[in-house]
């Protein structure tokens, strides 16, 4: 019987539990995993609280994880995408906190062999979100985005990405993750009283858009240094949809094959890294979850079923 976490009731990590469950049969136009990897995601935590209960109910018990990396070992009827045995990277369909999960090949890409299984099983969940929002902001070659929250998971991804793309990032960020910033090309201003003056020194004329993944309040800022509300762009500040601003909530488990596909070219050019702070077996989920609300990670975490 395959392993898999499981949460009864709703609450903090520990009502995590490693159970036996039934084995998944790949549906028609479906395919099975055997997990490799799966990565740990602001959301998993928020989706144990039941913060998310009223948009994602779930029939308990549940899991958890949505971006995973694994071997195919079942297709289902109609696929042609997939083989029993290629390796494969994205989001899935049933928890990927699992050592079985089931996916829809729309949502996968080939995992080229260079990759890690451990940076492998990040992507789909921040990256596809940096990917997105870009792609709302239009951001193009030349122009100036200002990133807050630049060193963490999304933003990680949002700032190379749009170095890779010609883009000019000032990137917000504790004063410890400055020198990491500047090594992935962004220009780091730190947090706080003064904000708007410290990016006017860096760049006077404003920025041409702002990507907030922080939620420190700085939306006000923002509007300012973007002339307006229009390209300013929040995923975490619901509470400022009357400033007009752009408000965005990735959907856990989304397949965007054309974004990850970027993604994986640029990391094999080595032009975007994925800093990998902890791989943890599924005894040890709880405290990945405990790591990763922290919100200091210093790098993505990653679920190793085993």
Known sequence: MPLAIRFDS?????????????????GPGQVRLAVRA??????????????????????LPGGLGSDVAGVVDQVGAGVSAF???????????????????????AALV??????????????AGTGITAWEVLGKLRVSAGETLLVHAAAGGVG???????V????????????????????????PVTYGAGLADRVRALSPQGVDAVLDASGRGEI?????????????????????????????????????PEALAEILALIEAGRLRVPVAGTYPLSEVSAALE?????????????LPG
């Open 291 to 303: 790591v990763s609300r922290s919100g200091h990670p210093g790098g993505k975490l990653v679920v």
């Open 10 to 26: 709703y609450g903090d990590p520990d009502v995590l539990r490693v159970a036996e469950v039934a084995p998944l049969t790949a």
């Open 220 to 256: 006000p800022d923002s509007i300012a240094l973007a002339g307006g509300p229009e390209r300013v762009l929040s995923l975490v500040a619901f509470d400022a949809a009357d400033t007009g601003i752009q408000l965005h909530m990735g959907e856990p488990g989304a397949g965007r």
């Open 110 to 123: 080939a995992k080229p062999a260079s990759v890690p299984w451990e940076v492998a099983g990040t992507l």
């Open 83 to 105: 083989g029993v045995g290629d390796e494969v990277l994205g989001a899935s369909l049933t928890p990927a906190y699992a050592q079985s999960a089931l996916a829809d090949p």
């Open 156 to 162: 990680t991804f949002a700032v190379q990405l749009a």
């Open 38 to 59: 799966a990565g740990v995601n602001p959301v998993d935590h928020k989706i144990l609280s039941g913060a998310m209960r009223g948009m994602m109910p779930l029939d």
């Open 164 to 187: 890779a793309r010609g883009v000019r990032v000032i990137g917000t960020a504790a004063e410890r993750n400055h020198a990491r910033l500047r090594d992935l090309g962004a220009e």
